[in-house]
């Protein structure tokens, strides 16, 4: 190779200097960015002519050259916040957005939700996800995801559950409602609602009617009652309770049931008593009303009635769904984060503001939920950082100066000898 040849394999270690050194620069300047993956500059040499020809050996090179740019998709630090909508995947796995330019890709989870409900990131590009039906259950549709109204309506009670025993040893007695209190063993209130969500208190009374066999009554304080009177209470379901000779409730036989409480609610409403999976029905045994010769206690009851609400707070989980918790005590599923994943993460095609798009090296995105198919967990309060480690960014930044500075030594020694064979002739 001649002295100019090796102005050329000098100037190709510059060039290839130059380009790690723009590489190692911009992953030092993105150490503070948040989900950024850090990039590795990939030389190969060059080979200009051998002088065998194709027997090979004797080789001259041509110097080297920046072949490839590998982008690092290695897992950054999990830092954790205060904000309920900061969100980092922990695993394999991107954020799917919904970008200018088409379906973008992203780790950074910075998002917040915009005036009209949606989840965004920091330039307001809509974050995708699996949409929740009317019951709160995920579906496998995907859109934007959205908050939605920050009102739940009312929902009428329809059922009270009730878990109790009841004591064997009792009196029989005969039901008044003029003396409830007297003519019955045991009473407990529940607070139910009606179809626009107003809260009434119902009492029930439970008297023995003959061994193994009770009855309930459900009253209201006539306040509460369609053309009652205050103090005056009025009875508006009943019901019986069989059991069997070992203290477990074998039936239950309803009665009337109507309730019309007033102010406005609708007439009519029915609620429904129960006392556990009766032996008749199938049960076990264990979790239903008992009758034993122990003191009459209620040990839980539930109904399925709410009150309107309004909206007090967020949350997300591990499997990226997002919750609304209410004032009325409920809560419900508003959606979840969907998670998009490639065969190829390195071949993913970087489009600035944090975000990535598909491509052919890369393959489609295949999309699902958070801890599903090798994709990783969503951590709320929770941010991914850079995972741009300075130490070993300084070392190469070292070692790629020391690099420029022996391919210009190159170039100043070919310049010296170029000089001297100029020189021949004078």
Known sequence: MSILGAFNVGVSGLAAAGGGMTII????????TTGFKASRAEFQDVLATSLKGIDGGDQFGAGTKLAHIKAMYTQGNISRTDNVTDLAINGDGFFPIDAPFGRGFSRDGSFHFDKEGFLVTSDSYKVLGFQANEEGEITTKMDPLRLGSTHTPAIASSEVEMMMNLDSREMIKEFN??????????????????NVGAPRLVTLYFNKAENNKWNYHAVVDGKDAEGGTEGKLIEMATGTM????????????EGN???????????????????????SEGGTGINLATQYGSDSSVSRHTQDGT????LTSLSFNDH????????????KNLGQMAVAKFENNE?????????????????????????????????SKSIELSNVDLASEFVALMTTQRNFQANAKTIKTADQMLEEVINIKR
């Open 347 to 379: 071949g993913l095609f970087k489009v600035g503001k944090n975000l990535m798009k598909s491509s052919r090296s890369s393959g489609q995105a295949a999309y699902g939920k958070p801890v599903e198919g090798g994709r990783g967990e969503v951590l």
């Open 257 to 279: 049931n109507s309730f019309n409480f007033n102010k406005g609610a609708a007439p009519g409403q029915k609620i429904n008593f129960t006392f556990g999976k009766t032996m």
């Open 177 to 194: 409602l003029e003396k409830p209190d007297k003519t019955s063993s045991f009473s407990n209130a529940v607070t139910v609602y009606d």
């Open 242 to 253: 069989q059991f069997n000779d070992k203290g477990q409730l074998n039936q239950v036989i």
């Open 320 to 331: 990226g769904i997002l919750t609304a918790v209410y004032n009325n005590g409920t809560s």
């Open 307 to 310: 009150s309107a609400a309004t």
């Open 25 to 32: 620069g911009d992953n030092i300047s993105n150490a503070g």
